[in-house]
């Protein structure tokens, strides 16, 4: 995983901080219009969250959706536990290593904020996983930073000094999708969080 994780940044390990610095920013907001307007789950669905985080999500999404969160840090997953511990499964995992055939059968996938910290073998490691997981039909949402020509001089500055090491155009993010499922659209978006901001949506469809 290429994620830095020294200096000022090694805070963001702390759940809390992390959350701290995600509210600040606006990702609240961010994470509620990614669910109205892309991820659109309805009561009985099965959702895998891959890379959730504390499972923030969580509180956006309608009582009824069956729920799966993995997520590579120990301390992530206990916090997320700690807060919806009755509101879904929750596991340590690495999917950039994983083979697993544990995941099967959901209706939606998610993965927020995770393709930017992986490398093109484990993102398409990530997007195989997701895909083997959904149903014929299903979709995986993924929202990501991104470059983009013409985008502030404020929001890439931010964007450059991510944790991930892997912040992609668009169309990066989009080819790697699309090695892997059929059916990719594509949505660059300057108004998801509070601060000056480029992100890419990635809806794929198995
Ligand atoms: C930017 S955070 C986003 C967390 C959460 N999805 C959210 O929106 O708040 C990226 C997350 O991906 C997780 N992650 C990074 N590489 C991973 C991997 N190889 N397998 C599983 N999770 C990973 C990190 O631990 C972190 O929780």
Same mark, same amino acid.
Not at 96 to 107: E, H, I
Not at 140 to 151: E, K, N, S
């Given at each position: 995983?290429?994620?830095? @994780? @020294?200096?000022?940044?090694?805070? %963001?390990?702390?759940?809390?901080?992390?959350?701290?610095?995600?509210? %600040?920013?606006? !990702?609240?907001? &961010?994470?509620?219009?990614?669910?109205?307007?892309? %991820?659109?789950?309805? *009561?009985?669905?099965?959702?895998?969250?891959?890379?959730?985080? @504390?499972?923030?999500?969580?509180?956006?999404?309608?009582?009824?959706?069956?729920?799966?969160?993995?997520?590579?840090?120990?301390?992530?997953?206990?916090?997320? /536990?700690?807060?919806?511990? &009755?509101?879904?499964?929750?596991?340590?995992?690495?999917?950039? /290593? @994983?083979?697993?055939?544990?995941?099967?059968?959901?209706?939606?996938?998610?993965?927020?904020?995770?393709?930017?910290?992986?490398? #093109?073998?484990?993102?398409?490691?990530?997007?195989?996983? !997701?895909?083997?997981?959904?149903?014929?039909?299903?979709?995986?949402?993924?929202?990501?930073?991104?470059? *983009?020509?013409?985008?502030?001089?404020?929001? /890439?500055?931010?964007?450059?000094? #991510?944790?991930?090491?892997?912040?992609?155009?668009?169309?990066?993010? !989009?080819?790697?999708?699309?090695?892997?499922?059929?059916?990719?659209?594509?949505?660059?978006?300057?108004?998801?969080?509070?601060?000056?901001?480029?992100?890419?949506?990635?809806?794929?469809?198995?």
């Amino acid at each position: 995983m290429a994620q830095i @994780t @020294t200096g000022v940044r090694a805070i %963001l390990s702390s759940p809390r901080a992390y959350d701290f610095t995600q509210n %600040l920013v606006g !990702a609240e907001r &961010s994470r509620k219009r990614l669910v109205r307007d892309y %991820l659109r789950p309805q *009561a009985g669905q099965r959702l895998l969250d891959i890379g959730c985080g @504390t499972a923030r999500i969580l509180s956006h999404l309608p009582d009824g959706i069956a729920y799966t969160g993995v997520d590579l840090s120990e301390r992530y997953i206990q916090a997320a /536990r700690q807060e919806y511990g &009755s509101r879904g499964d929750f596991a340590c995992v690495d999917v950039g /290593r @994983t083979d697993s055939d544990r995941y099967r059968g959901f209706d939606l996938a998610l993965a927020t904020g995770l393709l930017h910290h992986l490398d #093109d073998d484990e993102a398409k490691r990530m997007l195989a996983t !997701a895909r083997d997981a959904l149903r014929p039909g299903g979709r995986l949402v993924t929202i990501d930073p991104c470059f *983009a020509d013409g985008q502030s001089a404020l929001a /890439r500055y931010v964007i450059e000094r #991510d944790r991930g090491r892997n912040v992609r155009t668009a169309e990066g993010y !989009a080819q790697l999708a699309r090695d892997v499922f059929a059916d990719v659209r594509v949505d660059v978006r300057s108004d998801m969080l509070r601060i000056p901001y480029t992100h890419t949506i990635l809806d794929c469809r198995r």
